[in-house]
């Protein structure tokens, strides 16, 4: 998370790679997301279609710049651990804590949802600004 955190604050260089991770993190959302109701599930991936609107917003709005020769751009490093963390706790208490409140699970799933789609719609929106400015 250190890492991940470095170098969103430092800057990553700019490929079409950009949105595997963020499907990585998607997958592992969707993954995680067993344990929830129907309706729970469907509010999560209407929570997740906010999170992914505001992340497009935030990519937009980022900037990218050149060093070297290449295209470096800033993502929120913020985000992402918050995600990590949420995930980590979500997956703790599932395998070593079976007492775990069953009310706090559907809203740790969905604000990490909610969080996946931030991280999503924050690469499509660098992606899509850097298109633009080409």
């Keep these: 998370m250190v890492l991940r955190a470095v170098r969103a604050k430092v800057g990553k260089t700019y490929s ?6 963020p499907l990585i993190y998607l997958l592992l959302t969707l993954y995680s997301s067993i344990t929830l109701t129907l ?3 469907e509010f999560s991936m209407i929570i997740y279609l906010f999170g992914f609107i505001i992340g497009f917003i935030i990519g937009d709005l980022s900037q990218i ?3 070297k020769g290449n295209e470096i751009y800033q993502s929120s490093a913020g985000v992402a651990i918050a995600w990590s963390f949420l995930f980590l706790v979500k997956w703790y208490s599932y395998l070593y804590e079976p007492h775990f409140p069953t009310f706090v699970d559907p809203v740790i799933t969905i604000t990490f949802t909610f969080l996946a789609g931030i991280i999503l719609g924050e690469a499509f929106g660098i992606m899509v600004k850097h298109f ?3």
């Design 132 to 134: 633009r400015t080409k």
């Design 16 to 21: 079409r790679k950009i949105v595997i991770y």
């Design 39 to 41: 309706f729970e599930f």
């Design 65 to 67: 710049v050149r060093r």
